[in-house]
């Protein structure tokens, strides 16, 4: 034992000795702050990740665990990532809200450090410069909005290293970091182009629906008396406010919704002109943290999934949006988000004997299973799909919202 300490001892000796010229040392080939951000494609080459693995943790459990468990959209008695939501008992130790609270986080950081970049950018002009700071602010004020909107009173970062200094610090009240993600939208509406030649890229339409967003969220602030004398704007005035951001989008984009709404959760419809703005995952590859995880936690069934894992059978439609459904007759929606006994999915199983996937709950307890998210086996996407990635880009904001 002694000899080994005297040997860790020893390398840490020699660590430190040589500690000084490692710091002299230059690297060439590495990129760095200095040596990047040298034209408007490397700026658009750092606005990029902001589309994507930040946002994983977030997308992986968090994002139907929270939003339809706790709506009572869909139930998972046995799951320990949404029966806490569904049930009401979630505490600060539950997973997916450690996670989803690291992500957005990681989300405003690299946005920052872009924004940091962005000022030292060469061979760009102001107004390529603005798109970018714009894309970066569009991604951290949305990040800021969810924190706010789900623990109220956060910490708002704009200098990271600062925290890194002192990470002790006091939150920030939920009507200052609200107004914070609003400033940083409407930079995003004024800035972004109205159509960007590489799919899957914010536009001006994606900045004003999400900023109408915002605006209706302090809309409803106001109406209750909640903000401080500090801010004034009255509620009827934020709700005029978002109108006329939403109306925008409606009336000057020239978009237009998809025909078939089951097409939106295919990956052949991926970035269609309705998405506004979606998560952009990388296609083809089964690294953790690249891809869309949703499908495994969701599919109930391998025989949906090309035999890839499949894991949600003990997830299923709540009892709220079956009796929705049945009372509305609406099949459409109901065969595009669940899988109900007895529907066949023509695109789904493409290789497999029968050609199509029809759902055949029987020898087993009934449930109505979620198809909203499950796109099928890599066969049935063209080999896009992969074990533990969709490849779907994570819907965020529809021109139907």
């Not at 920052?112 to 970018?132: K, R, S």
């Not at 009827?236 to 951001?245: G, L």
């Not at 959760?265 to 869309?292: I, P």
Request: proline residues 3%; aromatic residues 14%; hydrophobic residues 40%.
């Amino acid at each position: 034992m002694k000899k080994i300490i005297n040997i860790l001892m020893l390398g840490v000796v020699m660590l430190f000795a040589g500690c000084n010229d490692w710091l002299e040392v230059t690297s060439e080939g590495s990129t760095t702050k200095e040596n990047y951000y040298k034209s408007y494609e490397e700026c658009r080459l750092a606005t990029a990740p902001l589309y994507s693995k930040v946002w994983f943790e977030f997308n992986n459990n968090f994002y139907y665990a929270l939003g339809d468990g706790r709506g009572n959209n869909i139930n998972a008695p046995w799951s320990d990532y949404i029966y806490p939501f569904s049930n009401l008992t979630e505490t600060g130790l539950t997973g997916p809200l450690q996670s989803a609270w690291q992500s957005f986080y990681i989300v405003i950081n690299q946005a920052d450090y872009v924004l940091q970049g962005l000022e030292t950018a060469e061979n760009c002009t102001e107004e390529q410069l603005n798109i970018c700071r714009a894309e970066a602010r569009f991604m951290r004020g949305t990040a800021m909005w969810y924190l706010c909107s789900l623990w109220k009173n956060v910490i708002i970062v704009e200098e990271p290293q600062r925290f890194i200094d002192n990470p002790l610090v006091a939150p920030n009240p939920f009507e200052d970091c609200l107004m914070f993600a609003i400033k940083d939208l409407e930079f995003a509406a004024e800035w972004l182009p109205e159509t960007d030649g590489e799919a899957g890229r914010l536009t001006k339409w994606s900045g004003l629906g999400m900023l109408s967003k915002l605006y209706l969220t302090a809309a409803c602030y106001a109406r209750g008396g909640k903000f401080s004398s500090a801010y004034t704007t009255s509620a009827q005035e934020w709700y005029a406010k978002a109108a006329a951001a939403a109306g925008q989008v409606c009336e000057e984009s020239e978009l237009n919704l998809l025909e078939n709404y089951e097409d939106l959760f295919k990956v052949q419809f991926n970035n269609n002109e309705e998405s506004l703005f979606a998560l952009q995952w990388v296609q083809g590859t089964d690294q953790y943290g690249s891809g869309n995880s949703a499908m495994r936690y969701l599919a109930h069934n391998s025989a949906c999934v090309g035999g890839t894992s499949a894991w949600g059978n003990g997830t299923f439609a709540g009892g709220d949006m079956v009796e929705l459904f049945h009372n509305r007759g609406d099949h459409i929606r109901r065969k595009a988000t669940f899988f109900c006994h007895g529907a066949n999915y023509a695109y789904i199983g493409t290789d497999s004997e029968e050609g199509s996937y029809t759902v055949d709950a029987s020898g087993q307890e009934y449930r109505a299973w979620i198809k909203k998210g499950v796109v099928g086996s890599p066969a049935d996407t063209g080999g896009v799909a992969r074990d533990g990635n969709s490849c779907l880009m994570t819907p965020m904001l529809r021109l139907a919202d």
